[in-house]
């Protein structure tokens, strides 16, 4: 069975051969679900946190108490 990616922005899993990959001048990649998702992390800046449609939504970040 392939294995699925999850997006870098909302969290959802998405099966292989779809999605946008970005690849960073560090070298990292980032996979997006869709374009909205893309836009929203790279374009717009926001915080997956503050929106209530992705997964992260909520969440604490990690190492914060």
């Known amino acids: 069975m392939p294995k ?3 997006c ?9 051969g779809t999605g946008i990959m970005y690849v ?3 070298g ?3 996979w997006f679900c869709s ?8 374009k717009l800046n ?3 946190r503050k929106l209530k449609w992705t997964v992260y939504f909520g969440k ?3 190492g914060k108490a």
């Not at 870098?8 to 292989?16: D, H, I, V």
């Not at 374009?35 to 790279?42: E, I, T």
């Open 8 to 16: 870098a922005f909302c969290g959802k899993e998405f099966p292989p």
């Open 4 to 6: 699925l990616r999850k």
């Open 35 to 42: 374009s909205k998702c893309r836009k929203n992390a790279l």
């Open 60 to 62: 604490e970040e990690k």
């Open 24 to 26: 960073k001048n560090d």
């Open 46 to 48: 926001r915080d997956a």
């Open 28 to 30: 990292s990649i980032l």
